[in-house]
């Protein structure tokens, strides 16, 4: 099995930086996902990392650390829209695919 | 390209039922895997199918079942419904790119056991 921590809820201010964490043990780790979901809605992609490193797209970017078993998903630039839940997910060789419990972001004006 | 659809959106069942869900991948996907969504436990995953055969299964009773067909589209089947059983079922596909590998979910059928 595998265990995947991430925290469960986070507040910030409008135009601030938030940045969540997610600790994760496993074994042939094959990648780790961030999807974000609003409430009532499916979750929608926002980035994949499979080595190690910082990985950039727009306001969103994610790091991952797989001698650690640590990633980060970092907002910047916060807008009311980014008040969702966010989940971290890990791969497996096997290709079994395992969520966190996800993060609840507020984002106060 | 057409999203994941998923059929119903929503549905009330009662305990002893069965039910199945059914998922239509976006177009060239042969990959289709199941999810679990409760407020309690989170997104539990279910199965996976890949080219009309299971390669991965969660920890779900035998009572949970599905299958792909040639055509990828997915059935999931719960026999003998629980109270618990009561959530969110969702079904995704995925594709490998230059970018990785993403996953893209439909929106769901919610289902209710009275």
């Known amino acids: 099995g595998q265990n995947i921590d991430q925290p469960t809820e986070m507040t910030a201010t409008e135009g601030a930086i938030v940045q969540i964490n997610c600790t994760y043990q496993?074994?042939?780790?094959?990648?780790l996902f961030w999807y974000q979901q609003h409430a009532g809605e499916a979750p929608t992609f926002l980035s994949y990392n499979v080595l190690d490193g910082l990985e950039e797209k727009g306001r969103f970017s994610s790091f991952l650390s797989r001698s650690k078993g640590y990633s980060y998903l970092l907002l910047k630039e916060l807008q009311m829209k980014d008040s969702a839940s966010y989940l971290c997910?890990?791969?497996?060789?096997?290709?079994?695919?395992?969520f966190g419990a996800g993060t609840t972001v507020t984002v106060r004006a | 390209k057409a999203g994941v659809t998923q059929t119903p959106r929503y549905l009330i069942k009662t305990r002893g039922q069965q039910v199945t869900l059914s998922c239509s991948p976006i177009s060239g996907h042969r990959s289709v895997s199941w999810y679990q969504q409760t407020p309690g436990q989170g997104l539990q995953f279910l199965f996976e199918y890949f080219s009309e055969t299971q390669r991965n299964k969660g920890n779900f009773p035998g009572r949970f079942s599905g299958r792909q067909f040639s055509n990828s589209r997915s059935e999931m089947n719960v026999s003998t419904l629980e109270l618990g059983d009561s959530a969110l079922y969702l079904c995704?596909?995925?594709?490998?790119?230059?970018?990785?590998?993403?996953?893209?979910f439909g929106s769901g059928t919610q289902l209710s056991v009275l």
């Open positions: 995704a596909s995925s594709e490998r790119t230059g970018e990785g590998e993403k996953l893209f």
């Open positions: 997910a890990v791969r497996r060789n096997d290709y079994k695919l395992s």
């Open positions: 496993t074994s042939g780790f094959n990648g």
